[in-house]
């Protein structure tokens, strides 16, 4: 025992020794990194002589070891002196049982990772409910993605719905712009000078009509129902002085052209005057729009008026502008027939033979005073104008008037009919007008 035990602690010793040994060259290390020295490279397994000469003898270096060795290193003397040898040694024995214990391990890892039934129900039942609550969501997902998709479709449609009501409004509102704008179209001059080209074309027509008459007419007698209806319609412009000029039966007097010329005059003045101031060639459909206008009047200012009286003109009076050519046509026919029945004249037993009679110069009439009038109502929208027209009776006013054949010989005296148009300009809701353009009248002594 006694031979076994000296190896043993020799072998603890060397082991010790061997740490002092690591430790000493681990500090070297350190100290040639920090203060590296300029030496050949020592190869492995080269024996490096004593640098300081120092001689060791085996005693003095186990007395110094003696000394170096810790307290830990006598514990652990004694700990392996208790070991078996057999395990110091490495045999065997020892690896097997180490492997046996490696294997046990594992084994007891293995049983603890390896899930038991309940383990493996329980993880089905939480995969079923994420596949259910999966399922669930999916579903409300497709629903969802229904309704996206019909909201869309919808909604295209009401996009399409829009951009046809839209290209629908724009052409309205391009076709209304001329209603829209402000500016007016023609100035106040504009309009006096086409007032008096109609009363020029006018006065042409009846000059040439009541030279024809009296050249190559032929002279009735009329019954008196027929007088008496003639007169009823002409009294609405010629007074009772020239009506009894009118009806004269005397061929030789020099006076009876010129009484037709006025007579014929007065009638298309009248005519045209009162084709300027309807709203509509039906005569319930112009009352009522008459009477809206009165109220725009009184509740809207004069640009707002003024549009409104352009945009309804245009859809209601010319919504059919050949209507209204043959409407004026017509009327200007029958004032016409009505002044050549008063003459003593035979009337065609067609009234449109008359008309085609003189059916060119009546055309320019016409064309005249429906430009006249659109230009009135559509083409300025800044003020209200009208036709100025003189009824018989009236006292002669030489602000407003003047004597289309000659001035009155006394102040007061009364008017004949009117010969010419005026024009004047409406303010104040209507009820108060602006004269631009004096009209024509005839006085009774005009034509003594």
Excluded at 141 to 166: A, F
Excluded at 168 to 174: A, D, I, M, P, W
Excluded at 224 to 241: C, G, H, S, T, V
Aim: glycine share 6%.
């Amino acid at each position: 025992m006694t031979s076994t035990a000296v190896p043993v602690k020799s072998l603890v010793v060397r082991k010790h020794l061997g740490r002092h040994c690591e430790s000493s060259d681990s500090k070297r290390r350190h100290d040639e990194h920090d203060h590296p020295v300029d030496s050949p490279p020592v190869a492995e397994g080269m024996i490096v002589p004593d640098t300081e000469g120092a001689i060791f003898s085996s005693a003095a270096f186990s007395a110094d070891m003696s000394t170096s060795v810790p307290a830990e290193a006598e514990k652990e003397l004694h700990a392996e002196e208790s070991r078996d040898p057999l395990l110091l040694t490495g045999g065997k024995d020892s690896e097997r049982q180490s492997l046996k214990g490696e294997k046990q391990e594992k084994r007891s890892w293995s049983l603890r990772e390896t899930p038991t039934s309940s383990d493996l129900q329980k993880s089905l039942l939480e995969i079923q409910s994420d596949r259910d609550r999966l399922r669930h969501e999916n579903d409300g997902l497709l629903r969802e993605l229904h309704w996206i998709r019909e909201t869309l479709h919808n909604q295209q449609i009401q996009h399409q719905e829009d951009r046809r009501l839209l290209q629908s409004r724009g052409k309205e509102l391009e076709s209304m712009r001329p209603f829209l704008d402000k500016t007016d179209t023609y100035s106040s001059a504009d309009i006096k000078t086409m007032m008096e080209s109609l009363n020029s074309e006018i006065h042409q027509l009846a000059a040439y009509m009541s030279d024809t008459l009296s050249d190559t007419g032929e002279r009735v007698e009329i019954t008196d129902e027929d007088a008496n209806y003639a007169m009823k319609r002409a009294k609405r412009y010629l007074d009772d002085r020239i009506l009894a000029l009118l009806i004269r039966r005397d061929a030789n007097d020099v006076g009876q052209n010129g009484v037709l010329q006025v007579a014929f005059q007065a009638a298309l003045s009248f005519e045209c005057a009162d084709y300027l101031r309807i709203w509509d060639l039906h005569s319930a459909e112009d009352n009522i729009l008459r009477d809206l206008y009165a109220k725009v009047q009184e509740s809207n200012t004069t640009a707002v008026v003024g549009r409104w009286r352009a945009l309804t003109i245009a859809m209601s009076k010319y919504h059919s502008s050949p209507k209204a050519e043959q409407y004026l046509s017509r009327r200007l026919g029958y004032q016409l027939e009505n002044a050549v029945r008063l003459g003593g004249w035979t009337v065609p037993i067609k009234p449109e033979a008359l008309r085609n009679s003189f059916g060119e110069r009546i055309a320019e009439i016409v064309k005249l005073a429906i430009k006249l009038d659109r230009a009135i109502k559509e083409g300025i929208t800044s003020q209200d104008l009208d036709a100025h027209f003189v009824g018989p009776g009236e006292k002669y006013d030489s602000g407003t008037m003047s004597g289309a054949y000659g001035d009155p010989e006394k102040a007061g005296e009364a008017v004949s009919c009117t010969c010419e148009l005026g024009l004047k300009s409406l303010y104040d809701k209507g009820k108060k007008a602006r004269l631009l353009l004096k009209a024509g009248v005839v006085v009774p002594s005009a034509l003594a």
